[in-house]
């Protein structure tokens, strides 16, 4: 199992981001994908998930309305498009099969979000 997460980078307060993750090593279609996020010193926490055919989804309150997941099992490939990004938003971001969990265990490099004024 793989993760490769990418499109974080540095914005400022209200800016947009779109963050990629394609994964391989199982069957991506059959699983639910879900968006976590880290800041130093703290447990990863739950942004966002989908199932398997991206027709259910779930938020974390404090990114409810800003942020939205979709997927492309065509190309093994969840996305995390993010806008009306905060300061507190800033963190390394990783995908992980699953919903609201890590169901498989693994964990990819992830993608580092800064938003900064």
């Known amino acids: 199992v793989q993760y490769a997460e990418s499109g974080g980078g540095f914005v400022q307060p209200g800016g947009s981001l779109r963050l990629s993750c394609t994964a391989s090593?199982?069957?991506?279609?059959?699983?639910?994908m879900t968006w976590f996020r880290q800041v130093p010193g703290q447990d990863r926490e739950v942004v966002a998930a989908l199932n398997g055919a991206g027709t259910f989804s779930d938020y974390a309150a404090s990114v409810q309305g800003r942020f939205a997941i979709s997927r492309d099992n065509a190309k093994n490939t969840v996305y995390l498009q993010m806008n009306n990004l905060k300061i507190e938003d800033s963190g390394v971001y990783y995908c992980?099969?699953?919903?609201?969990?890590?169901?498989?265990?693994?964990w990819g490099r992830g993608t580092q979000v800064t938003v900064s004024a």
């Open positions: 992980a099969g699953g919903f609201n969990t890590n169901g498989l265990g693994y």
């Open positions: 090593g199982f069957p991506f279609a059959d699983r639910a």
